[in-house]
């Protein structure tokens, strides 16, 4: 979701972060070094943590809350270090503010296709329920039944969803801008520039990462390449290739599904597949009960883990909006009657509809729509008024 009439642009057409620290350009006070240092040394302990002990832990629902936990508090490193550098928004170029407030929108739209995917795969926990009803209540009658709800929910867990195989296009958009021209006449500028590179090619990757996860084609992982003269490059090239080649090997296993906790249930109904097409005999009464509470244990464990998830992905999205909130706000306060102008522009026409889109993910049964309020807040509200949450102020 891009401004009306407006192309796309690059994130930060303004800094190379491989320049940034270059003999020829200015030098660096100790303070913004140690800053600088502290936020790439953090950052590199954060990549660490993708790569876990196990590599069969990769893209199961555990691991990619851990991946998108990373992706929270390194948006949260930003947020601290422009508050370290105590650099007001009035210092910020123009153009800092209008590609933050662009490649912000571009986030948005990727927090929320995950979450209406998240969404798809929920409903079909509650098909799954419908099945272990049937199989549970021990009635052969009911197998049929249970059979046939089965093959929809394979049908339903193996259908597209068009938000996620948009996120590649929006992916392509932020890789095509990582070559960045150099910052100028600002210290200050520059560390925050260098800083925002790392943050953006994490987030490029792991957001590469769960797409192609929920869209279950590997040609959505991406492999992104940095300088090595950055203190995080070789970290984040050895977590990239543990985890890429992990990820492709499961792809050329040509399982149902990627995602770990699914294909342990998927397991479970093929296990169960013949007994519903031919019957259970007498001998095998209890291998079928077995195999009905296996499944039933696998559904809780991969319902709990898209719980999980769907959480942490929601505070992803609520930790970039409210950073793009609190910037709106400071050039309100700041700016002149031009800026605030841009602001209220921006408020009404892309973050109207990104709060839509959060609102369908909501989506209640009796449908949603998003209030804005004078006071900048939006809302989600049921068609009766009732209201779901709030985000701004």
């Not at 503010?97 to 995917?117: P, W």
């Not at 795969?121 to 199989?135: E, T």
Request: proline share 4%; with cysteine.
């Amino acid at each position: 979701m891009s401004r009306l009439q407006e192309p796309n642009r690059p994130f930060f057409h303004f800094g190379n972060p491989f320049r940034v620290l270059s003999p020829k350009g200015s030098q660096l006070s100790p303070r913004l070094l140690s800053l600088l240092n502290t936020f790439e040394a953090t950052l590199s302990e954060r990549l660490k943590k993708l790569v876990p002990k196990a590599k069969g832990d990769i893209l199961s629902l555990s691991w990619m809350k851990l991946a998108m936990e990373s992706l929270s508090e390194i948006q949260c490193d930003i947020k601290n270090l422009i508050t370290e550098l105590d650099l007001p928004v009035t210092d910020w170029d123009e153009k800092w503010m209008d590609v933050y407030l662009d490649i912000s929108v571009k986030l948005l739209d990727i927090s929320n296709a995950f979450t209406s995917e998240l969404t798809r795969l929920n409903q079909g926990h509650l098909m799954l329920q419908y099945v272990l009803h049937k199989l549970e209540s021990d009635s052969p009658e009911q197998f049929t039944r249970a059979s046939s709800s089965l093959d929809s929910w394979k049908q339903h867990i193996s259908s597209k969803n068009p938000r996620v195989e948009a996120c590649r296009t929006i992916l392509d958009n932020l890789v095509e801008s990582l070559n960045l021209p150099k910052v100028k006449n600002s210290s200050k500028g520059k560390v925050l520039m260098q800083a925002m590179y790392g943050a953006k090619v994490a987030t490029i990757y792991i957001c590469s990462v769960f797409a192609a996860a929920f869209s279950g084609s590997a040609k959505n992982l991406l492999d992104l390449t940095v300088p090595n003269t950055l203190p995080w490059a070789q970290v984040f090239s050895d977590v990239q290739t543990t985890v890429n080649v992990e990820i492709r090997n499961i792809f050329y296993c040509g399982n149902f599904t990627v995602l770990r906790e699914l294909e342990a249930v998927d397991a479970c109904v093929k296990k169960l597949s013949p007994w519903l097409q031919d019957g259970v005999g007498t001998s095998e009464r209890e291998s079928f009960k077995n195999s009905v509470s296996d499944l039933r244990i696998t559904e809780e464990k991969l319902a709990q883990g898209l719980d999980d998830l769907s959480k942490v992905v929601d505070s992803f999205f609520k930790i970039v909006l409210t950073g793009r909130d609190a910037l709106i706000c400071n050039i309100r306060n700041a700016g002149g009657a031009a800026s605030k102008s841009m602001v209220a522009q921006v408020c009404r026409e892309s973050v109207a509809t990104t709060m839509q889109e959060w609102c369908d993910g909501w989506a209640p049964p009796e449908g949603c729509t998003v209030r804005l309020y004078v006071d900048g807040a939006f809302c989600r509200e049921d068609r009766f008024g009732g209201i779901g949450d709030c985000q701004g102020h």
